[in-house]
Structure formats: C-alpha cells, structure tokens
Nanobody, 115 residues
C-alpha cells in the first residue's frame, strides 16, 4: 500500500525558508516520479517541482531559483527546500507519486508566508 506523509510546513515571514519532507512507503523511489504540488485558496492545484528516479528535476517558473527538490532514495524521502519565500507561496503543499501512471497523494502540509 502506498502512503505519503508530508511534514515541515508552518508560518514564516517573507524572505525566510522552510524545508518540506515527504516520506513514502510502498514504492521504489528509483522507478517513480515524485512531485510537490500546491493549492492556494480559490486556485487550482499546480505543480511546484518534480524529480525522477534518475534525479532529473523540473520546476515551475514561479519557484525557479528559490526552491530545490531532492530525494534520499535510501530513506524513501523527497524534500522541498524553499528559500526566499513570498506571500504568494502560501498554499497547502502536497506530495504526489507517479508510479506507472498511477497517482498517489499525501494529505498535504500548510505553508503560510506573511508579508
């Protein structure tokens, strides 16, 4: 059974940093694509960043240069380092795994950035 559990969200001021973690069980990190998504109130969920089992990464333009996605395959954990946070980064951040075109989601963690 696939399970994803996010942690690391919180309330910070603009310009500060947060590091999100997503611990996954029931999957082989080397054969999946892991992604971080976010959804702000009144907005659609959007891709923030994703990483393949081989380490290739992709980022939304809005976070390029500020956020970094990484993975620890031995610990089945994917991270999202978020620097220079802005109020517009406020959202619920969720972890998603794409495993052979089957998708699984975590419950999400709230990130709030005050100005």
């Amino acid at each position: 059974q696939v399970q994803l559990v996010e942690s690391g969200g919180g309330l910070v001021h603009a310009g500060e940093s947060l590091r999100l973690s997503c611990i996954a069980s029931g999957i082989d990190f080397r054969s999946v694509v892991m992604g971080w998504y976010r959804q702000a109130p009144g907005s659609q969920r959007e891709l923030v960043a994703e990483i393949t089992g081989g380490g290739a990464t992709d980022y939304a333009d809005s976070v390029m240069g500020r956020f970094t996605i990484s993975a620890d395959n031995a610990k089945n954990t994917v991270f999202l380092q978020m620097n220079c946070l802005k109020p517009e980064d406020t959202a619920v951040y969720s972890c998603r795994v794409n495993m052979w075109e089957s998708f699984y989601w975590g419950r999400g963690t709230q990130v709030t950035v005050s100005s």
